[in-house]
């Protein structure tokens, strides 16, 4: 299938070739736009909900290590962090199938939002940019964006023309891991035609954390005795990441139509998986000692996708409509958890998704555009971990997105019907959805922004809610599904105030969100015998989120090109449910930064305070609060070289992060220094 796939996709590229036309020069973008927020053009100043944006820069700057990680330090944003190897993005307190993770638009047709335990198969250092979306983005992507989108968004396949070669290097090594971490991307056009080759590769050792691993907390819930605040290591938390791709791409004046091919190798230690003892004196070398760190010593999880991309865009005069967009994923996905050195669990994920998009050309403010999405996936586990049975997945939905901007004020609005079908060899479920937004916004005076948006989101559940049955080690449960499940339904509000005028920049966004059916796995009680594991059922019940984020720059002082400004931003979620308060949900954070830039250095000294988090569930444990210093200098010598130096949390604190289910085991690094080189031409 997948010989076939490249082999028809490359057989549509040449044919296209002459109906795009020669190539001719794009205009450029004059304001930052937000691919993901709709087909038509959206601008970042524009967006009635919360988005974030991250380039170059600030990825090769944000915390080394998974896709939750990068994006954990902005407002609103957590991680489920299962150790360096797995982290996914928590946004406004919703985590795993709640929270859409894209590349280009497309699903990763991974098994990361199964399990925390699970990688998500796409490494920041792939990517240009990523936009992150808070709040529901159903309309577009499906159910599953019911609590926030997350798009890599990488250049193997170019939408514009190059003129010879192009590309960007960078290299960095930190200490709290002993890690090296090294990506690289080129690409290279003649005429219509753009080659992109890039390809990256990252290496962590176990890391050192100022305490003993696990938390007093859990040391006094299983009765042991805390030896004092002394040093430790983090075991069975070493990663070799490499990621590899190329892309193919014909750029014509009428449009363009590309062709990638990407490779994932991961191998990575889950820490957690048995109780260790984290008190013995064992000397730091013998502990990075190989034979110390075999495999036999705890789970490591041996990952390996292979992944065809297909996306293109075409100019054309169709009734209303002037562009057609298109594009499509195919992935096979395996990964392997291997346990005393031999195979325990197999997770095979195979499928592809496509979406189509006709965008309206532009009348008097009035944008709009109408899509097709589809997907299929294969989903089978084999082994002793295989709580969730062999099941099919299909999904097709038509939607659209209209937007009316008079400058002044404007309005916006769409709907979106899904069908969603899971079906086993036993069971098969079906979930017809509807989705619908409307938004207005303001601007009444210059630099002000003022928007609202209300959403009804349906989302059908998951393999996982509908037919576990099983241990699941990584949650520590016995879950059991429930077919009977129905769509869980939320009515939501989003409110936006942006401001930018002289010195000043403030972004202040206000959510509240009502849950019909919200899918919850509660403890039951009882005890599975064979397992001696807890058994946890999925259940539905109401439920209610709301909270905020804000962030406000401050220039105090600016002459030529050295400014000098302030920063701070702050975010807060609460949950509550017909059964208690949810699972896992983060504490309020707040953040302050100083940063003296110049043209060709910049310093920035960043103070991070995390609260505490007492508000839990049944058996889960409180969290202490946290306060991290961060700083980093960059310098640029010359035009597209720099090199940095950052630390990162400099006062050593144990910082547990809640929202992660090894937070009790596994804290977050204690004191690490990264030095880092790049180089883009």
Do not use: C
């Not at 524009?46 to 820069?57: A, E, M, Q």
């Not at 005795?225 to 990441?241: A, C």
Request: hydrophobic share 40%; glycine share 12%.
């Amino acid at each position: 299938m997948r010989k076939s796939l490249l082999l028809a996709s490359a057989g549509l590229l040449v044919a296209a070739g002459p109906a795009l036309g020669q190539t001719s020069g794009r205009g450029a973008e004059v304001t930052e736009v937000v691919v993901t927020a709709a087909p038509f053009v959206v601008s970042l100043d524009s967006v009635t909900t919360s988005v974030d944006v991250l380039n170059r820069d600030d990825l090769d700057s944000a915390t080394p290590g998974g896709l939750g990680e990068a994006l954990s330090d902005l407002p609103g944003v957590r991680s489920s962090f299962f150790g360096p190897g797995a982290s996914r993005p928590v946004i406004r307190g919703l985590a795993g199938p709640r929270v859409l993770v894209l590349t280009n638009g497309v699903g990763m047709v991974d098994a990361s939002a199964l399990s925390p335990d699970h990688q998500v198969a796409v490494d920041p250092q792939e990517a240009r940019r990523i936009e992150v979306l808070r709040g529901p983005a159903a309309l577009a992507y499906g159910g599953s964006a019911i609590g926030g989108v997350v798009n890599v968004i990488d250049d193997r396949i170019s939408e514009a023309p190059v003129e010879g070669i192009e590309g960007r290097v960078f290299g960095a090594v930190s200490s709290v891991d002993e890690g090296e971490m090294a990506s690289g991307a080129l690409k290279a056009g003649t005429g219509p035609w753009v080659f992109s080759l890039d390809a990256m590769r990252r290496q962590t050792e176990d890391y050192d954390v100022p305490v003993p691993a696990e938390s007093r907390r859990q040391l006094a819930a299983d009765e042991e005795e805390f030896l004092g605040p002394q040093s430790s290591t983090v075991e069975n938390t070493r990663v070799t990441l490499e990621s590899y791709g190329a892309g193919l791409s014909y750029v014509g004046a009428r449009g363009f139509l590309g062709l990638a091919v990407k490779q994932t190798d991961s191998r990575y230690g889950v820490p957690g998986h048995a109780h260790e003892d984290e008190h013995e004196d064992k000397d730091h070398d013998e502990d990075h000692d190989e034979e110390a760190h075999g495999e036999e010593e705890g789970v490591r999880i041996d990952l390996k996708q292979t992944r065809y991309d297909l996306r293109g865009g075409l100019d054309l005069a169709l009734g209303p409509f002037e562009r057609l967009r298109a594009s499509g994923g195919y992935a096979d996905y395996e990964h392997v958890e291997i346990e005393d050195g031999a195979p325990s669990t197999r997770f095979l994920s195979e499928g592809w998704e496509g979406r189509l998009e006709l965008v309206q050309a532009e009348h008097d403010g009035w944008q709009g555009a109408v899509g097709l999405q589809a997907l299929t996936r294969d989903f089978d586990a084999l082994g002793d971990e295989a709580y969730v049975p062999a099941v099919e997945i299909k999904e097709a939905g038509l939607f659209t997105l209209q937007r009316l901007d008079r400058d002044s004020w404007g309005v916006e609005g769409g709907l979106r019907f899904d069908r969603r079908t899971l079906e086993t060899a036993a069971l098969k479920a079906e979930f017809d959805n509807v989705s619908a937004s409307l938004g207005a916004f303001l601007r009444p005076a210059q630099g002000w922004y003022a928007g609202v948006s209300l959403s009804r989101t349906a989302r059908a559940p998951t393999e996982a809610e509908l037919f576990a049955a099983g241990p699941h080690i990584a949650t520590r449960a016995f879950e059991v599904g429930n077919a009977s499940l129905d769509s869980e339904i939320s009515y939501a509000v989003d409110a936006t105030l942006h401001y930018d005028g002289g010195p000043w920049d403030a972004d202040l966004h206000a959510f509240a969100v009502r849950y019909e059916g919200f899918i919850d796995l509660r403890p039951t009680g009882v005890e599975n015998p064979e397992s001696e594991l807890a058994i946890f059922a999925y259940r539905q019940t109401d439920a209610e989120f709301w909270g905020g984020e804000a962030e406000v720059a401050y220039r105090l002082w600016q002459d030529s090109d050295r400014s000098f400004t302030l920063e701070g931003a702050a975010d807060y979620v609460r949950g509550d449910t017909d059964l208690g308060a949810p699972a896992r949900i983060p504490p309020w954070s707040a953040t302050g930064r100083a940063i003296f830039a110049t043209s060709w250095w910049t310093g920035k000294l960043e103070l991070r305070q995390v609260g505490e988090q007492t508000r839990v569930t049944e058996g889960e444990l409180p969290t202490d609060g946290y306060r991290m210093l961060n700083a980093s200098l960059v310098v640029r010598p010359t035009d597209g070289f720099k090199v940095f130096l950052e630390g990162r949390n400099l006062n050593d604190a144990e910082a547990r992060e809640h929202a992660s289910f090894l937070k009790d085991l596994a804290p977050l690094p204690g004191r690490n220094f990264r030095l880092g080189v790049g180089y883009t031409f």
